[in-house]
């Protein structure tokens, strides 16, 4: 018996650990958390129909960790119900219930295995006692409910969902959508299946177009007018899209940008993803590259236009990537600040710190101002250059991004 009891107890422990910092796979929300939902539906009764609309509240409150996976959320959950019978038996339904639920996510597994929208998704279950206070049938007044069904991520925190429903003897579907208001849950899963196919020896003359345009689109993403700001405040999985517009001898020039963190591997290096989508008519450029602590990059992966193959350039070709950055801390840009300003860019309203830097050169003059925002990944919401002749780039922060991962198994 005593044996029993401290196996049990450790069962117990190992359950009731929390979270660690290397889940490979876990549910979509990090509790505690709540779930408020709405869905309308059509369940059938003794040869009748009732339209129904069910607005819910639901509190998840554990999440069991087994190693390195947490897929269940377990929580309670409330529901109102307002129906309309229509057919043999018509009339008003207004009810409510409350009962238990059991989600299972694949927040993780679907990167692991190449299906990387799996990982927004998740199977859940619930089930409790329900009662109708206004019901035009002449059935008891206290029943079962259950719903079952399937949840996606759309959103950072709006889900939606498609259900088989059971009230009080009768059965339907429903369609709804819910409202997060907790963190959803961070995981780092590994890739299972990495096809890719690497190049080393690629011959310098092919690598040097696609290194060039590469190029391109780093430092507009990256480097701010030849400066790096510090980007401690990504994490894992947070991304940001900006609309960057180039002005140059009267032509105008835009296309929007996103920049994801992907990984951070554990000597520093980090896994960027950048998606570049030109002016309309033309596709996205899909670019995923490995940067060292010395702002190196030492590896890029990306899809052959032609063959759809993931490939790899690697070996030294763009050692100098970072020959002429100059990696900015608050420390170093702080005799710069101007003052305090509250903008509006298309990512919403921010308070930021107003940043104004002068290049005065006898062959150009070039005037760089950045608005800075500590609490938005990267730091940065809008930044302008321009110099003596007109010329400029304008960049401006349109929405923040939160759990994203590797769209070509990269590493």
Request: glycine residues 10%; contains cysteine; aromatic residues 12%.
């Amino acid at each position: 018996m005593k044996k029993i009891i401290i196996a049990f107890l450790m069962i117990l422990q190992v359950l009731l650990t929390g979270y660690t910092d290397d889940l490979k796979w876990g549910g979509l929300y990090q509790s505690p958390n709540i779930l408020l939902s709405a869905a309308v539906g059509y369940e059938s009764f003794a040869g009748s129909g009732i339209l129904s609309v069910t607005p819910g509240a639901e509190y998840l409150f554990f999440k069991p960790v087994i190693g390195s996976t947490a897929p269940f959320d377990i929580g309670a959950v409330a529901h109102l119900r307002a129906g309309l019978g229509i057919g043999d038996i018509s009339g008003l339904y207004l009810g409510a219930s409350a009962g238990v639920t059991v989600h299972f996510g694949f927040n993780g597994l679907g990167t692991s295995i190449g299906m990387s929208p799996l990982d927004k998704t998740e199977i859940f279950c619930e089930l409790g006692v329900c009662a109708d206070f206004i019901k035009p049938d002449g059935d008891s007044l206290v029943g079962f409910f259950s719903k079952s069904g399937v949840r996606y991520l759309l959103t950072e925190n709006i889900l939606v969902e498609g259900a088989y429903t059971h009230w009080r003897g009768a059965n339907g579907a429903s369609i709804g959508a819910c409202l997060m208001l907790g963190e959803a849950l961070q995981v780092s899963a590994e890739k299972w299946d990495r096809p890719k196919t690497d190049m080393p020896g690629m011959d310098n003359m092919l690598a040097a177009p696609f290194l060039m345009q590469f190029r391109v689109f780093y430092l507009y993403s990256f480097f701010a007018g030849g400066f790096y700001f510090d980007d401690a405040s990504y994490k894992p999985g947070d991304g940001t899209i900006w609309e960057i517009r180039s002005k140059d001898s009267g032509d105008v020039n835009s296309f929007t940008i996103q920049r994801t963190l992907v990984d951070k591997q554990a000597d520093g290096s980090k896994w960027w993803k950048i998606i570049v989508t030109p002016e309309k008519g033309k596709d996205a450029l899909l670019y995923e590259f490995l940067v060292n602590e010395d702002l190196l990059i030492t590896k890029i992966v990306f899809k052959d236009p032609d063959s759809g193959e993931i490939m790899v350039l690697s070996d030294g070709k763009f050692e100098d990537s970072a020959a002429s950055a100059k990696r900015l801390a608050e420390k170093d840009y702080s005799a710069w600040i101007k003052g305090k300003q509250t903008i509006d860019v298309k990512a919403g309203k921010f308070k930021t710190d107003y940043i104004k830097y002068e290049v005065a050169d006898r062959a150009d003059d070039i005037r760089y101002e950045w608005w800075i925002n500590k609490n938005v990944p990267g730091t940065m919401v809008r930044f302008h250059w321009q110099d003596a002749s007109g010329a400029s780039v304008d960049g401006e922060l349109i929405k923040v991004l939160k759990k994203q991962v590797s769209d070509l198994n990269a590493f």
